[in-house]
Nanobody
Framework: RVGLAESGGESVQAGGSTKLTCTAS????????VGWFRQVSGKEREEIAT???????TAYDDSVKGRFTISQAGTKTVYLQMNTLKPEDTATYYC?????????????????????WGQGTLVTVSS
């Protein structure tokens, strides 16, 4: 069965760190795109980190730039290292993988297809 699964969500103190893992089953992170998203109840899901598994290129939302790092280990695992956590980082975190909508397209546009999503993992940051 093809799917993604997030793990590593926990409760941490502000200023602390944690690392989330996205594990693929029946699928490989190869020549495609991977992103980490987060959602707070009642708000829209936001994309916070994007990774092009072909080029190694990354992009981050301003809210996490300099604190979070997306990385890949092998073809089945993508991480999100989260440092200097703030209470406003509290959310359910999701990983997703897709390919650009057009051949030769970019991972860093909204033109996406063949999207896979995990079920999410909760990170709670207390002050």
């Amino acid at each position: 069965r093809v799917g993604l699964a997030e793990s590593g969500g926990e409760s941490v103190q502000a200023g602390g760190s944690t690392k989330l893992t996205c594990t693929a089953s029946g699928y490989m992170f190869t020549n495609n795109c991977v992103g980490w998203f987060r959602q707070v109840s009642g708000k829209e899901r936001e994309e916070i980190a994007t990774f092009d598994t072909g080029s190694g290129g990354t992009a981050y939302d301003d809210s996490v730039k300099g604190r979070f790092t997306i990385s890949q280990a092998g073809t089945k695992t993508v991480y999100l290292q989260m440092n200097t956590l703030k209470p406003e980082d509290t959310a359910t975190y999701y990983c997703s993988s897709w390919v650009p909508g057009k051949e030769g397209g970019s991972c860093f546009t909204l033109d996406r297809t063949l999207e896979l999503w995990g079920q999410g993992t909760l990170v709670t940051v207390s002050s």
